[in-house]
């Protein structure tokens, strides 16, 4: 008889044999013959694991997901300072939103229009350690941009400097620069 599968061939051999070290019938194999069993075959089913990253886009007052980058975009109606806010991301585990493209910016815009009752919003770019030259939080380079005409201005002489970047609503979602002491709500940013 002429077997073309080596594996076909030792189970043959280790059947007619009877040798344990083959995989065939031995005397060892009693009550205890699971503790010698190989550890690969011990493995749970790859559909018993966890998925690698189940967490779920939620919190703030109203959410949304880029289904583009995976991000999950957390809108908190609750005015605070730039820096409050982005204290606020960091607990939940991000930062202040960094729009990247003209899609991200009209995804923020997709928020339910009731949530956006102040349609200015914080963003995560500032201006702070060079002025005129923004920068997002997050250390992302800022390559896509979507100023309102004249913006960033720094406010000018009378409102001081405006260092931190917000998003308006109200104005198809265009960018101004403002002081960051002031309260608004905030959009946060979590992968």
Known sequence: MRV???ALALALIAAACGDASLGGPSDDDGPDAAEDEDPIDARPAIDARPPI???VCAGG????????TGHCLV???????????????AAIGGELATIGSLAENNLVLGLPTNVLEEPDVWLGASDVAMEGTFVWASGEAMGYTNWRAGEPNDGGAEAGPEDCMILEADTEGTWDDRGCGALYPYLCERS
């Open 4 to 6: 073309s599968s080596p």
């Open 53 to 55: 990253d189940a967490r």
């Open 61 to 68: 007052d109203a959410r949304i997901e880029d289904s583009t």
């Open 75 to 89: 809108y908190f109606g609750t005015p605070a300072t730039w820096s409050d806010a982005r204290t606020a991301c």
